[in-house]
């Protein structure tokens, strides 16, 4: 008989409104590492909230049992108890903290009511070791990437004595060489014994490192699939998830150049926090009206600091360079500008500057495009209405209504009210941050589609992203930034994913 370190039987979870989980099982065998896919909504991170008890017994139908226990958690400190922790979508550590803080934060390590910081300092080193972390553990987390970040998150959890660990997402913000690193960790994890869990998008990280996937469909288990056994292709996921077949990922698109409509010369930034370092040094780009570009770089090459920078100053000090749009130099000193002159920028950091998630979607779909709704000052709230339910219906995002609260909303579902809120409003050049991170394959589809079509009415699009395919299967022509500055310009029939990464890596070819 097969060891299952954990079956969850007929969980049942409604929100209002909202059927998120439907007599759902799984079943994780001792000792592997198990992914979960499902498109965005479909009820993953749910099903992994109620296992570790952010749900707690009684909010949920159906029956968990963990190594043999029949288990009722009332909170994360009972599931933690019983050595299962799970390291949320959106990471959850103090910034201002130490790397040492944050790892014992909750769990101190203190000696007659006080902190003891030799043993929380000497004990983070051993931890950090374990994963890979090279820091002094009290460098402040602020200081350190994303990626070492996710490290810290699993220094915590192994803190705690893991024995089944949760990752929802663990590398959607991760550049290729991170998440190499982060399931180099996890297979060694795993031949300690430690079971995992991992949520993700990313088809290629599950078929490479996973020993079985359960596939969830609006809120139902739809199959589980083992690795070894089962012949598992990533196609053979995504028709599980979509309930088809998905033979292109990237909409054909007939490309239909025309003019010029923005240019940046020598645009440079400098950093805020150490304002001799150029950030962006002396970067120069074009856009023509129904052209899509790309902008390649690894993390810290500068792209999302160009483009905050470019939209409205909201990012950097002493910046200089020139802006020209339809030929003619302007001015942007404020986001208002910036969106007076046709600009619109979705970042990549929903949470931070994109949304308000304590508001319903279609007040965040409407707040960046208000004067297109109001009426002598007014905003005509049917209007509004109207508006965000096309949004809704076209981007497929799955919510009860656009009355609903966006922070409640999955995260790949928030992505898309990102989305929706620039293209309202209707602008002549959108710059894209990572649109897709943390998007489902068909979702994706959706976002391209609505790219090109942005393309076809003559605007241009200039798109950020860390995953080449994306930019390759997208994109007329890609700029690559390496340490701040424009290194490479590749049409679309040039480009290749070694061509691109040289230009990324060494600013030359
Ligand atoms: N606290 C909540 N209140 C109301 N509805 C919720 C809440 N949390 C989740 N939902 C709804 O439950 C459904 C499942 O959401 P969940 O976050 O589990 O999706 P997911 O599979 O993790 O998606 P993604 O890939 O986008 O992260 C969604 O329709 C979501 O809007
Ligand atoms: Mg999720």
New binding site residues.
């Given amino acids: 008989m097969t060891d299952h370190i954990l079956r969850m039987n007929g969980i049942t979870k409604t929100?209002?409104g909202?059927k998120?989980l439907q007599d759902v099982t799984l079943s994780v065998r001792r000792g592997e590492i198990h992914a979960i896919c499902?498109e965005?909504?479909?009820?993953?991170?749910?099903?992994m909230k109620v296992l570790s008890g952010v749900y707690p017994h009684g909010s949920y139908d159906g029956e968990i049992h963990f190594d043999g226990a029949r288990c009722a958690f009332g909170g994360i400190r009972d599931s933690e108890h019983a050595g299962v922790v799970i390291i949320h979508?959106e990471l959850a550590l103090c910034p201002q903290l130490s790397i040492a803080e944050n790892i014992f934060l909750g769990n101190e390590r203190a000696r007659r009511g006080l902190i003891d910081w030799n043993r929380t300092n000497h004990e983070a080193a051993r931890l950090m070791e374990r994963v890979g972390l090279r820091e002094n553990p009290t460098t402040a987390v602020s200081d350190i990437g994303v990626g070492k970040q996710q490290l810290v998150e699993i220094a915590k959890a192994l803190s705690k004595e893991v024995r089944l660990l949760i990752l929802d997402?663990p590398t959607a913000a991760l550049n290729d060489d991170d998440s190499a690193h982060l399931l180099d960790l996890l297979r060694g994890l795993r031949d300690e014994g430690i079971t995992c869990v991992i949520?993700s998008?990313k088809l290629n990280e599950v078929t490479a490192i996973a020993d079985s996937v359960t596939i969830i469909r609006d809120g139902r288990t739809v199959e589980t699939l083992d690795m070894a056994t089962d012949d598992v292709t990533e196609d053979r996921i995504i028709s599980g998830m979509v309930g088809r077949a998905l033979d292109n990922r990237f909409p054909p698109h007939e490309p239909a150049i025309g003019e010029e409509v923005l240019r940046i010369e020598d645009w440079t930034v400098h950093s805020p926090s150490q304002p001799g370092r150029k950030v962006v040094d002396r970067a120069s780009l074009t856009l023509r009206r129904g052209e899509i570009v790309g902008l390649a770089g690894l993390m810290g090459a500068g792209r999302t600091e160009l483009a905050m920078s470019v939209f409205g100053r909201t990012y950097g000090v002493r910046v200089s360079g020139r802006i020209f749009k339809d030929g003619r130099p302007i001015e942007i000193r404020t986001v208002q500008d910036a969106i007076g002159h046709g600009l619109a920028y979705a970042t990549e950091d929903r949470k931070r500057y994109g949304l308000n998630l304590i508001d319903d979607i279609k007040r965040n779909v409407s707040a960046a495009g208000l004067p297109r709704l109001a009426r002598r000052g007014w905003v005509d709230e049917r209007e509004e209405y109207r508006v965000a339910e096309g949004f809704r219906a076209s981007m497929n995002i799955?919510?009860p209504g656009v009355s609903s609260v966006v922070g409640?909303?999955?995260?790949?579902?928030q992505q898309k009210v990102v989305l929706s809120k620039w293209i309202l409003t209707e602008p002549d050049v959108l710059i894209l941050d990572e649109p897709t991170r943390?998007i489902?394959v068909g979702a994706k589809y959706e976002i391209y589609t609505i790219i090109n079509r942005l393309a076809g009415e003559g605007r241009a699009v200039l798109v950020i992203s860390s995953e080449l395919p994306e930019l390759l299967g997208l994109c007329d022509r890609i700029y690559t930034l390496c340490e701040g500055r424009v290194t490479g310009e590749v049409a679309r029939r040039d480009a290749t994913q070694e061509r691109l990464m040289h230009l990324m890596t060494k600013g030359q070819e």
């Fill in positions: 929100f209002p909202v998120a499902g965005n909504g479909a009820g993953k991170s749910t099903l979508q997402e949520i998008h799955k919510a409640k909303l999955s995260g790949g579902n943390g489902d």
